[in-house]
């Protein structure tokens, strides 16, 4: 991994010229961008890359994929996976009126 020279506000980010894995797609960057910075606050470096193609020929398709460096992937997954339960447990219906 690329030792990262500059000072404070830059990014750690995985050398491309290691082996990197996708861990997570999303169709919403703001989703991308939520998983990468789960990913960055438990100490993995990652890349969001946009997989958007030519919306001329192939409208509505792309996202944003999340790269990690292969020796990372599991853990990514495992906390991305914590993370979605986490929430999927945390919903609560405000459709219901106190009473």
Do not use: C, H, W
């Not at 996708?22 to 990468?36: G, H, Q, T, W, Y």
């Not at 910075?37 to 398709?61: C, F, H, K, R, W």
């Not at 991305?80 to 219906?93: M, S």
């Amino acid at each position: 991994m690329a030792e990262n020279s500059g000072g404070a506000g830059t990014q750690n980010r995985p050398d491309p010229n290691e082996k990197l894995v996708k861990v997570f797609d999303a169709e919403r960057e703001s989703e991308a961008l939520v998983v990468s910075g789960l990913l960055e606050a438990n100490g993995i470096e990652n890349d969001v890359t946009s997989t958007d193609a030519a919306q001329n020929m192939y409208p509505g398709v792309g996202g944003n994929i999340i790269l990690v460096r292969a020796d990372q992937a599991e853990e990514a997954r495992r906390i991305i996976a914590d993370y979605q339960q986490a929430d999927q447990t945390a919903e609560v219906d405000l459709s219901e009126e106190p009473g």
